[in-house]
């Protein structure tokens, strides 16, 4: 039987048994604490014990076997901490405050950041989860309340305003930052539109002036905060730096026009086409050599200017282009013009892929050779015919 043999305190009675003092909610602990100490030689917990006026105190217990007259006994010192659990308990309710205080904030209102089953950490290291991510990523990320008061940002935005930290922005306001001042009114009314109309702008591309004096191009995200009843409280802004992104688009853009350029000027007729065949792009010549108008053709298939036969010559080009990634060159077929006659084309066929190298079409080349085939048909006429009085004749014909 174990009895208490020392403490620091008069309420233990021998022969008395320790678990008789122990909080009920505490008794499984300070059972394990004994077994351990008989099983080890050492072991400590924490638990509430009974004090002299019947109120439970908290203590941390030390035990360590010992044996005395061949008999194991074991030596309990407690020590008082119950200041130090009252100011435990005080730190976790001011850290309850806090986070409900934090959860009412828009911006960890907007990213969601909902208290966890297993309590204060698991918020806490989100949160830091969540810091370092706003931090590292690329963008520039503020949120405003409603009055487009600056409540924080992440390190990015901070430094392009030589702000010392995200935290020095707190309660600043456009006209207190540099980087947009000459734009800080237009961007006030985009961002008011949004609070107002409680509808979020995404992708939307403008350009701005850096105090360095460069043009710098944005991709932007304005979306309204909300608090728990659903009423607007603010607005979060992203803000992606696509100026590279810009200028090679622009400098595409003006290496394409200059290519249509030279494709709508040259006397060979062009067109493209995509893979089912519709027309997407052709020249002048094009247009000339068909008859119809540019609204006309767009997006038009090539199968509406020809029969089944000439349709079926054409598919079967196109098929040995897609199929081998060869062009076809100077194979020849008829399609009937917007006056309703036929002529005769000679053409050459190309693979058309786009940046990533898929294929998204068919270009080509095309000459209208219908003189050329009339005269050949009338040639061959002529052939027949005189082969056939060549062969006919009674007389002996020589050249």
Request: glycine share 4%; net charge negative.
């Amino acid at each position: 039987k174990l009895v208490c043999e020392y403490a620091n305190f008069e309420d233990f009675k021998e022969e008395k048994h320790i678990i008789d003092f122990i909080h009920p909610n505490d008794s499984k602990n300070v059972s394990k604490l004994i077994k351990n100490i008989f099983k080890f030689g050492y072991s400590n917990t924490e638990s509430r014990i009974k004090s002299d006026m019947e109120q439970f105190r908290w203590y941390e217990i030390k035990g360590k076997r010992i044996v005395e007259d061949h008999e194991n006994k074991a030596i309990l010192i407690c020590k008082d901490i119950t200041k130090y659990k009252d100011i435990e308990r005080e730190i976790k309710q001011s850290q309850t405050r806090y986070t409900q205080l934090a959860d009412s904030l828009p911006e960890i209102k907007y990213w969601k950041l909902l208290q966890s089953k297993e309590g204060i950490t698991a918020v806490q290291k989100s949160r830091e989860m969540l810091e370092l991510v706003i931090n590292n990523i690329p963008q520039l990320i503020y949120w405003k309340d409603k009055d487009l008061v600056y409540l924080g940002c992440n390190s990015n935005f901070a430094k392009l305003n030589g702000l010392e930290n995200p935290t020095s922005i707190i309660g600043r306001t456009g006209d207190d930052l540099n980087w947009i001042k000459e734009k800080s009114i237009h961007i006030e009314e985009c961002e008011r539109k949004v609070i107002n109309n409680n509808e979020p702008e995404y992708n939307v591309l403008e350009s701005l002036i850096t105090t360095d004096g460069n043009q710098v191009w944005f991709e932007i995200n304005r979306i309204p905060l909300h608090d728990i009843k659903g009423k607007v409280v603010g607005i979060l802004s992203t803000y992606e730096d696509i100026t590279i992104r810009k200028i090679a688009d622009q400098r595409l853009k003006e290496s394409e026009e200059k290519y249509r350029g030279i494709l709508e000027n040259i006397k060979e007729t062009y067109f493209e086409v995509d893979i089912d065949g519709a027309f997407t792009f052709f020249n002048d010549s094009f247009i000339d050599l068909i008859g119809y108008q540019r609204e006309e053709l767009l997006g038009v298939n090539y199968q509406k200017f020809v029969d089944d036969e000439n349709k079926n010559k054409i598919l079967d080009a196109y098929a040995q282009v897609l199929e081998t990634g060869q062009p076809k060159s100077n194979f020849q077929f008829q399609f009937r013009n917007k006056n309703g006659n036929i002529a005769t084309c000679e053409s050459s066929v190309y693979l058309r892929h786009d940046i990533n190298r898929k294929i998204v079409g068919f270009s080509g080349i095309a000459r209208d050779i219908t003189e050329k085939f009339q005269l050949e048909q009338k040639l061959k006429v002529s052939e027949q015919k005189y082969h056939h009085l060549f062969e006919s004749s009674p007389y002996a014909i020589w050249l």
